[in-house]
């Protein structure tokens, strides 16, 4: 059990709760639950602000441990279908944190560049810094995902990309990276209402694409697409957690429970003075 949690509302840490396992259905989910969690959105949002704070000490202490040569860093992995919230996890979430020590990085259509590339170069390369939390707002989980369900290539390629994935995920925790993948999921229904909300607010519809309503149409095959990511690439060392998205209070705590969850594992301290400090507080004195 994580420190601070006695008599916290998780009955069952998050960690647990939401891990996904090999009888994770997709098709099953329920949007609205909150696995493992015991209380209301008023308890979870101040439960936020408190854990966000924590957080915030854990990376400080990340951040501080890889300025003197730690070489580990945490990678938060995002997915979602539109509307799921994962913007918004960025802002509520990893907002707690101070922004220097955030390797952010999104992945929309493959740039012309990109495109000459293998799917992984431009994940590589936004690949978090020692001492960084690393966030992919989408990933190179879209090349099993969308180019799946729009075969943007053909199987023969997509299918091979699952072992590649995990063989390149091995790669990147064996250098110091802790790995959390997170899966948003929200339903059909809360993804309507969320979509006609853009529409209403014009200050919402910058969000708004159309393309997101020829998508709804493919749900089944995103399901499925989703499924076999799931299946195929939930490996012990870069774990697949569910979140149920459909109230955003809960999947903003969920995640930052994982968060801190895997900085605590990481055990840190604060880094040890590189130079004498008595001598450095006498000099000080004297100056
Ligand atoms: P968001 O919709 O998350 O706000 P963008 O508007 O930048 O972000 O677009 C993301 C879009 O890019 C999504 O529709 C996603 O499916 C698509 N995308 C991401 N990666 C790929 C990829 N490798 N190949 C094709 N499309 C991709």
């Given at each position: 059990?994580?420190?601070?949690?006695?008599?916290?509302?998780?009955?069952?840490?998050?960690?647990?709760?939401?891990?996904?396992?090999?009888?994770?259905?997709?098709?099953?989910?329920?949007?609205?639950a909150t696995p493992g969690f015991e209380g209301d959105k008023e308890l979870g949002?101040?439960?936020?602000?408190?854990?966000?704070?924590?957080?915030?000490?854990?990376?400080?202490?990340?951040?501080?441990?890889?300025?003197?040569?730690?070489?580990?860093?945490?990678?938060?992995?995002?997915?979602?279908?539109?509307?799921?919230?994962?913007?918004?996890?960025?802002?509520?979430?990893?907002?707690?944190?101070?922004?220097?020590?955030?390797?952010?990085?999104?992945?929309?259509?493959?740039?012309?560049?990109?495109?000459?590339?293998?799917?992984?170069?431009?994940?590589?390369?936004?690949?978090?810094?020692?001492?960084?939390?690393?966030?992919?707002?989408?990933?190179?989980?879209?090349?099993?995902?969308?180019?799946?369900?729009?075969?943007?290539?053909?199987?023969?390629?997509?299918?091979?990309?699952?072992d590649e994935i995990n063989q390149f995920e091995r790669e990147i925790v064996d250098n110091g990276t802790t790995i959390v993948k997170v899966a948003m999921f929200v339903s059909l229904d809360e993804q309507k209402k969320r979509l006609a909300e853009r529409l209403e607010r014009p200050d919402k519809h910058w969000k708004y694409n159309p393309s997101d309503v020829t998508e709804r149409a493919l749900w089944p095959e995103y399901q499925e697409a989703y499924q076999a990511m799931l299946d195929k690439t939930n490996t012990d060392y870069a774990p697949w957690y569910v979140i149920p998205s459909n109230r955003k209070w809960f999947s903003r705590i969920a995640v930052g429970e994982l968060l801190i969850d895997a900085l605590e594992r990481l055990d840190l301290d604060w880094p040890a003075a590189q130079f004498d400090v008595e001598l450095e507080k006498k000099r000080l004195a004297q100056s």
């Open positions: 059990m994580s420190k601070d949690t006695e008599n916290s509302p998780w009955t069952i840490p998050a960690t647990e709760a939401l891990r996904a396992g090999p009888h994770t259905r997709v098709a099953d989910i329920d949007a609205d949002t101040r439960l936020l602000e408190e854990r966000g704070a924590y957080l915030s000490d854990l990376q400080e202490k990340l951040f501080a441990n890889g300025r003197s040569g730690d070489r580990r860093s945490v990678l938060l992995v995002l997915q979602g279908m539109d509307t799921a919230g994962k913007g918004g996890m960025v802002r509520h979430v990893i907002g707690h944190v101070d922004p220097q020590g955030v390797d952010h990085a999104s992945f929309g259509v493959p740039t012309p560049e990109e495109k000459q590339h293998h799917y992984l170069w431009r994940i590589n390369k936004a690949l978090p810094r020692a001492g960084q939390i690393g966030v992919f707002d989408r990933s190179h989980y879209e090349d099993v995902l969308v180019v799946r369900v729009h075969n943007l290539v053909p199987e023969k390629v997509w299918s091979t990309r699952y």
